[in-house]
């Protein structure tokens, strides 16, 4: 419009513009003098219906679950200094670099633009201590995209959730790092820090002259301790039982996020309130994290004490990474069902698996290995949970739907 | 509890013609009059090249059951029986007629006596000849909804004006304007199938046709009027008597009088009125001109035959960004690739979309969000089905029922990665029912 055509103008609203290069028009046999005395019909685009389509869009889903990362990512830097936020950018830029370099060297179109990579570099980020080096989200990024995601097709083909398998992957090749390098929650008020600081050894912050350890490996060793309470000194049993029976200001803390853990994973809150959003936009089913969350729940009430039924239900829901992995990594698209029973059934696998591996298994938290696992149950879920046909009888339908087909 | 069905989207309503009064179009100098605008076989072309034809004049004979006549909409003389351009793409046998301005009427049409009393026999009869199919846009032969076998019983009349397409009104102003007569209507459809009950439903976002429907009803105990949410495709038959008696009607080849239900759009429901009163053939209907790329959007009433392009001159012509043309409205409607076509029974509205509503996005991989499973209102897993259908696995998406897909098209819609959901099923749907005719022609060979 605002730009005047070198062109004679177009008679208004008559013939289109076309092509005059285009081939001869078939005319109907009807009206051939009609055709001559006339200007050509307009000619329109083609396609097959529905001729709308909604505004949601695949970068909008993945640029609105980075933004409610947001809060949280911001609490982090706050409770672990400016060093977390530096993390955080880090393993995002690597994830993106990485997309666009495997798409680049291998001629493909680039999808960096639908910002998958992105949301995929912060949650390596939000999975790892704050305490590592520098390498190390830049190391879990470049295998999250280019070996979980990329090699299996790109966005909406990798079998398995990319930042897991990229924490998967640092956790088994530096478990010192991804295991030990806790920092305190305000590590940079003590003496000799700030909050700008970046070098820092975590070994060397001490809590009370005692090595520190995050709220769940606290409570795994005074629940291994109660479980030997036979073989083992009074006092160090009975230090345990305090352990496990004064959760209370603990599950505060948690909550808020002022103690030791993940970066992102510390504050349940500030994850909460991005999650609700998540939720207003649709872009969670509430059947995953309820299901997830409320196995555990039930599981940390039951096997979580040093009695039946004597476990803290709260403290098992906000320590470690249940918030974060239950509202955003057991909710990624891809990797998850796409029926709502199979929400359900996905959910509640990784709350068992999760309680089983934080009560028993060799790690104090299973969070992510439990998803990793039901990650790869998801195609079969999918195959068992095809939901009854309108129309059709229910019970018949249950049947073929109990044969797997 | 708000009556609806299970699944379904809620697209822009754009209903930017819902306050405006239908005019009636003047009488169109031609008219292109195909000679199959209904699902069925078609009729025999009854008149030669050169004839004198009257207003309501039948052109075609129909040929077998489910089939039904096509008639004269202006009085002239025919042009030419050939072939033509056709709102379903491709050229079709049509009867020409130019108009001599007598405006004569055919003789058979004037009021019979006592047609409040006429036996089924006789509505179905008068049905047929009036040449009336669904006027939702499906076009089925409306007398052989009206013979439900004897032991198939309707007890519910579903008259069906939800309207649920974006942009459409036509219904809503026949609604509004011809209320009596719709009832008039509704009540000959159970006459002839013997129902003891009418439901009138609409979506509410027309609560003031809700009140005149209400009010027209008073007086018939049979009829209750209904206003259901506003949801997308609360129009589809199957849908809609879900969401009002929660009956399902079973998958294809099962159908409504299965679960004892008979739904008729509310446009069918007059012209059944006229055809019954007054032997009145289907020659006019409501069609909504509508949509970004039209400069004045206008109801019409608008003769059976009349060019797309002279509607849309009614409605200020195209704006220059018109991109697209659509017959029928945005989420089931058909491109055309000109506005030569003519106005056929099944057309129940013109939209025009401009540049940027034509846009449909590039086509991502699925990222398994679950929304068109959520949505599909016949309970599939499109985003399956439509991959099995991209990799020729028929047989796979057979399985997951990709044959009762109801083409709504919620799934493409919905889809974030803007993938042609619906468009792949059909094609894996065309492709089974391909498969099946020959293995069938196998059979009986």
């Known amino acids: 419009m605002e730009t005047p055509k070198d062109t004679a103008p177009q008679p208004e609203g008559g013939e289109a513009p076309d092509k005059p290069a285009a081939p001869a028009e078939k005319r109907p046999e009807a009206a051939p003098e009609a055709a001559a005395a006339k200007p050509l019909p307009r000619r329109f685009t083609l396609s097959s219906s529905p001729h709308l389509r909604d505004v949601e869009s695949v970068s909008r889903i993945m640029i609105t679950v980075t933004l409610t990362l947001v809060p949280a990512a911001l609490g982090a830097t706050w409770v672990f200094g400016l060093r977390a936020l530096w993390l955080i950018l880090l393993g995002a830029l690597a994830a993106v670099f990485t997309e666009w370099l495997i798409e680049r060297v291998f001629g493909m179109k680039t999808t960096i633009g639908d910002a998958s990579a992105l949301l995929t570099g912060v949650l390596v980020s939000f999975n790892i201590p704050p305490g590592v080096p520098w390498w190390i989200p830049v190391v879990g990024s470049v295998f999250a995209i280019g070996i979980a995601k990329m090699p299996f097709g790109g966005l909406g083909w990798n079998p398995m959730n990319p930042a897991l398998a990229g924490r998967a992957f640092l956790l088994a090749s530096w478990p010192l790092h991804m295991t030990k390098d806790w920092l305190p929650a305000f590590w940079w008020k003590r003496g000799g820090f700030s909050f700008f600081a970046w070098r820092v050894n975590p070994q060397s912050i001490l809590v009370d002259g005692v090595s520190f350890a995050t709220p769940l490996e606290a409570h795994k060793t005074a629940l291994k301790t109660v479980w030997d309470q036979a073989n083992l000194p009074v006092n160090i049993v009975s230090q345990a039982l305090d352990q496990l029976h004064n959760t209370g200001q603990q599950v505060v803390d948690l909550a808020v996020g002022t103690v030791g853990g993940c970066i992102g994973e510390t504050s349940a809150l500030l994850l909460l309130v991005g999650a609700a959003y998540l939720f207003y936009k649709n872009y969670i089913d509430w059947r995953t994290p309820f299901s997830f969350i409320g196995v555990v729940a039930l599981g940390g009430w039951m096997f979580g004490g040093s009695e039946l039924f004597g476990g803290d239900v709260l403290f098992h829901i906000f320590a470690g990474g249940l918030i974060l992995g239950a509202f955003y990594m057991a909710t990624d698209m891809v990797t998850t ?22 009560l028993v298994g060799g790690y104090p938290e299973g969070v992510s290995y439990a998803i990793l696992l039901m990650n790869l149950l998801t195609p079969l879920i999918d195959r068992w949970t095809v939901p009854r046909r309108f129309g059709h009888d229910p019970k018949k339908a249950a049947a073929v739907a109990a044969r797997g087909v | 509890m708000k009556k609806t069905f299970r699944g379904g989207t809620h697209p822009p309503e754009f209903k930017l013609t819902a306050g405006k009064k239908a005019e009636r179009m003047p009488e169109p100098q031609v008219v292109y009059i195909p000679v199959s605008q209904h699902i069925g076989a078609a009729g025999n072309v009854i008149v030669a090249k050169g004839d004198t034809v009257k207003i309501g004049q039948p052109l075609t004979e129909p040929e077998g059951f489910v089939s039904v006549p096509v008639h004269a909409s202006i009085s002239g003389t025919v042009k030419n029986v050939g072939s033509y351009a056709n709102p379903v793409g491709r050229e079709l046998p049509t009867v ?38 669904g006027m939702g846009g499906a076009a089925f032969p409306t007398h052989v909804k009206l013979s439900p076998p004897k032991d198939k019983p309707v007890d519910t009349v579903i008259i069906n004006g939800a309207e649920c397409e ?20 509704a009540m000959l459809v159970a006459r002839a199938v013997g129902a003891a009950k009418i439901i009138i439903a609409l979506e509410n976002n027309k609560p003031d046709a809700f009140e005149k429907l209400k009010k027209a009803a008073t007086e018939f105990t049979l009829v209750s009027v209904e206003m259901l949410p506003v949801k997308y495709p609360q129009g589809a038959e199957k849908q809609l008597i879900n969401a009002l008696t929660g009956r399902e009607v079973p998958p294809p080849p099962g159908l409504p009088m299965d679960v004892g239900c008979l739904v008729q759009n509310v446009g069918s429901c007059v012209a059944i009125y006229e055809a019954v009163r007054y032997n009145r ?49 945005p989420m089931m409607g058909l491109a055309q690739w000109t506005d030569a076509v003519p106005v056929v029974k099944g057309t129940s509205g013109i939209v025009v979309l401009n540049k940027n509503d034509a846009k449909l996005g590039r086509e991502q991989p699925c990222i398994g969000c679950g929304r068109c499973v959520s949505v599909c209102p016949v309970f599939l897993l499109p985003t399956n089905i439509a991959r099995f259908s991209q990799l020729e696995m028929f047989d796979e998406a057979e399985r997951l029922g990709a044959s009762e897909c109801i083409e709504c098209g919620s799934c493409t819609y919905i889809c974030p990665s803007k993938r042609n959901l619906v468009q792949h099923i059909r094609f894996g749907k065309a492709s089974i029912a391909a498969a099946r005719r020959k293995q069938l022609q196998k059979k009986t060979a």
């Open chain 2, 166 to 185: 974006p942009y459409l009104t036509s219904d809503h102003r026949l609604m509004l304007e011809r209320p009596d007569d719709l009832i008039r209507g």
């Open chain 2, 281 to 329: 053939p289907l020659i006019e209907r409501y069609v909504t001109v509508t949509g970004s790329g039209v400069k004045k959007p206008v109801n019409l009433i608008a003769k059976i035959g009349t060019p797309f392009a002279e509607l849309v001159g009614k409605a200020g012509g195209y704006r220059d960004n018109a991109a697209k043309l659509l017959m029928g409205g």
């Open chain 1, 337 to 358: 069902p796409i029926t709502k029973k199979g929400h359900l059934i996905f959910g509640a696998g990784a709350g068992v698996l999760t309680i089983l591996i934080r």
């Open chain 2, 96 to 133: 020409t007629i130019e108009a001599d301005g007598e405006d004569a009427l055919y003789e058979g049409i004037k009021e019979n006596h006592g047609w409040q009393e006429a036996s089924p026999e006789q509505i179905r009869e008068r049905v047929k000849n009036a040449g009336l199919a």
